[in-house]
């Protein structure tokens, strides 16, 4: 997860990118490419109700018509400019998208300032505990109630299946979002994600039977490199569950290496990651 080996890892990863000199303001103003077709979109901050209380979340969706819906799960440093930048490059891409704050019941988003990194020892200790106060069960809460906001609005084509996305953090939330709503969720895109699989009795892979979405695993170097196992055992649980999943390690690059404001964002291998997402969810939400 986020936490284990962080130090270690961000001297390698910086140094072999050359990131040494990188700051913080620098990666905030990173821009993501805009592809040459997008569309017009519109945003708003909305509320969405849960069983624990009420969520503050960003909606963005294409300005005309109505298209499959997308869930966003942020990484540890939750919804922030990064993720919105995220969602409505999806929307732009014809998507009408909920990027959730999952700390809701504890904080309204942002939860760190503007330019904070996972490298602060200050941002570690103020992220940690929101993250270790989320559960499967709060996972699972959730996940229902913001499919169940997509599904309310106009803007979500309720006759097309629903996209899931998540990041660190988010990609076990990701596989739970599946199995609560197996009927809705057609996709779901796991990015970097940590307690993928595990030896509880709640590991997310053990969800597996019980969805119908295709996947994407985009797998950090690292992360395999350190559970080099787990790759293999999902590939076997999709494989007998008879859903299709892409799963591959991306070489040379980091736990975290999606959001534009990373320290070790990598843009090449984010880049293609996105157009993996892309083909999927062309596949799967049709």
């Known amino acids: ?18 990131f040494g000199a990188l700051s913080a303001g620098a990666m905030m103003g990173l821009l ?25 979340c960003y909606f963005v969706h294409p300005a005309s018509g109505a ?34 704050n999952p700390f809701y019941r504890n904080k309204r988003a942002p939860v760190v ?27 699972v809460t959730d996940a229902k109630a913001f499919v169940a906001f997509l599904d309310s609005q106009a803007a979500v084509d309720k006759n097309r299946k629903i996209g899931t996305t998540g990041y660190c953090m988010g990609g076990p939330i990701v596989m739970r979002t599946a199995a609560a709503v197996p009927t809705r969720i057609g996709a779901g895109g796991s990015f970097h994600g940590g307690g993928l699989v595990t030896a509880d009795a709640d590991s997310p892979h053990l969800l597996i039977p019980t ?10 170097e690292n ?10 055992v999902l590939r076997a649980a ?28 990598n843009q090449a291998q984010a880049e293609r990651a996105w157009s993996r ?9 049709a």
Request: glycine residues 4%; negative net charge.
């Open 1 to 18: 997860m986020c936490d284990q080996h962080f130090e270690d890892d961000l001297k390698q990863y910086l140094t072999r990118r050359q």
């Open 32 to 56: 993501l490419p805009r592809a040459a077709d997008a569309l017009d979109v519109k945003e708003s901050e909305v509320n969405v109700k849960t069983p624990d209380g009420t969520a503050d």
């Open 67 to 100: 298209h499959a819906g997308v869930l966003v799960w942020p990484d540890i440093l939750g919804l922030r400019p990064a993720f919105r930048q995220m969602g409505k490059r999806l929307a732009e891409s014809g998507y009408s998208v909920l990027v959730v």
């Open 113 to 139: 300032p503007p330019g904070a990194s996972f490298a602060n020892p200050e941002t570690r200790n103020a992220v940690m505990p929101l993250a270790q106060a989320l559960n499967p069960t709060t996972h």
């Open 211 to 220: 969805m119908k979405a295709q996947f994407l695993f985009a797998i950090a």
């Open 223 to 232: 992360d395999d490199q350190r559970e080099p196992e787990s790759k293999n």
């Open 238 to 265: 999709f494989a007998k569950a008879s859903l299709p999943a892409e799963i591959e390690v991306y070489a040379g690059a980091a736990h975290g290496w999606c959001p534009p404001d990373s320290a070790v964002y």
């Open 277 to 285: 997402l892309m083909a999927l969810f062309q596949k799967a939400l």
